[in-house]
């Protein structure tokens, strides 16, 4: 009975090899928020130093594993605290314009209520605490396309609504 089980996670296994990745991919970036006119050119940009003034720390982990499972986890300290902020992943690295980052991310594009949720694309919204500092983690059952996802936008309001706040420029990755 036990073998006839592992058999068959084995063939599980095997045939889910088709769609997995070579390795796993691993990113981690910190960054020290500066506004876009600086003399010294930050991968993190403020727009908005009410809610995420310059000097505030992001901290920005990935991993894909080769079932191209997807964890992004955010740490920031500095920013306005006790504040519901918007957070998602966006499709290009920061400029000096908020409008820089592009679209968010999608597993699947479109552009209705089915495409536009933390399903389908990468949502860490959070809410800072006392100290101005806050958290999110998410994770998806699908890899990044390389190259597509290159930023992480704090906006003024969770959700889809909100303002471009600040921006992060990342390196995801993960699927070849
Ligand atoms: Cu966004």
């Known amino acids: ?30 960054g020290v928020f500066s506004p876009p006119n600086a003399t010294v050119k930050s991968t993190a940009l403020t727009y908005d130093q009410a809610l995420v003034p310059a000097g505030s720390q992001i901290r920005v982990y990935q991993h894909t594993a080769t079932n191209k499972t997807t964890t992004v986890e955010l740490w920031v300290t500095g920013v306005k605290p006790n504040h519901l902020f918007g957070v998602h992943v966006h499709q290009k690295a920061c400029g000096t314009k908020p409008a820089d980052a592009g679209k968010h991310y999608q597993n699947t594009p479109g552009m ?4 536009v949720n933390n399903k389908n694309e990468v949502w860490l919204d959070f809410k800072s605490d006392a100290a101005g500092k806050g958290h999110a983690s998410a994770t998806h059952t699908w890899a990044f396309r ?8 704090i906006h003024s309001e969770p959700g889809t609504k909100g303002a471009r706040a600040a921006c992060f420029s990342v390196p995801f990755g993960g699927a070849s």
């Open 1 to 30: 009975m036990v073998t006839a089980v592992h058999a068959g996670a084995l063939a599980a296994a095997l045939f889910a090899t088709g769609s997995a990745i070579a390795h796993d991919y691993t990113v981690e970036s910190n």
């Open 146 to 153: 390389k190259g597509q996802a290159s930023s992480l936008v």
């Open 112 to 115: 209705d209520a089915a495409h």
